[in-house]
């Protein structure tokens, strides 16, 4: 069986400080579905945001950025554990730092983790470990962290649910006629040079982030599908009908067939 990473960030997850817990319960529905087809390994954000429900401080500062993430982590939890729990889902939380990829001794008892969970039939779902970590320890987004726990526990595809429709020439917030790529092998001169711009206050990313996730991965010859999480039938009809309607594909050059904007 295959195996999937999929990554959800924090401007699908929440709205208004909160658990979005329809768009939570329709990714949990769409994962309940693709488990049938792929193995799969859920890396999710929201525990800062899900803190601020409880706590209401500064996550600008690192002190409130970890109280933050500490109060907020057993409430993400929990609204996963209810809603997978509609569906017979076991779930494990897993939170990783920089450093749990620094030695192999410490890769390998990751991998082996994940993979009694996935042997067991149980859901790993895995966050960076804000409250312990220091900044040299941090990934800084869940972008890169989903890229990198894609590499290492060798799975096929990481898909980024996140709230555009994929990558376009240009921001289709401010051109009306922007178009999507479908399809890409090459990162564009530049772009993975810009600022970073995220969408949302407790968000970490932006176009970046994952534009360097793919980097990443097309150079080890990975694979990402960029879609939107706000609607998932793109990631639907990708993953369980291999329709590819909306949404990026970044793929290593030898494999890629079609880079021109559609």
Known sequence: MQRIVIKVGSAVLTQNNNIAKERMLNLVSLIAKVKKKYDVILVTSGAVA???????????????????????????????????????????????????????????????????????????????????????QLFGDNDTLSATVTYATGADLLVILSDIDGYYDKNPSEHKDAKLFKTIDTIP??????????????????????????????????????????????????????????GTVFMPKAAASNITPS
């Open 189 to 246: 001169d530049g772009a993975l040079d810009e600022e970073s711009s995220p969408g949302n206050e407790f968000a970490t990313g932006g176009i970046v982030t994952k534009l360097k996730a793919a980097d990443f991965l097309m150079k080890r010859g990975g694979k990402m599908f960029l879609c939107n999480g706000f609607d998932l039938d793109s990631a639907e009809s990708y993953l369980l009908n291999s329709e590819h309607n909306l």
């Open 50 to 136: 899900a803190g601020y429900s409880a706590l209401k401080l500064d996550k600008r500062k690192q002190i409130g950025k970890k109280a933050l993430a500490a109060a907020g982590q057993p409430i993400l939890m929990t609204s996963y554990k209810k809603k997978f729990d509609i569906y017979g889902i076991d779930t494990a939380q897993i939170l990783l730092t920089e450093d749990d990829f620094d030695s192999r001794k410490r890769t390998k008892m990751f991998q082996e983790i994940i993979d009694a969970h996935l042997e067991n039939d149980i859901l790993p779902i895995v966050n960076e470990n804000d409250i312990t970590s220091t900044p040299e």
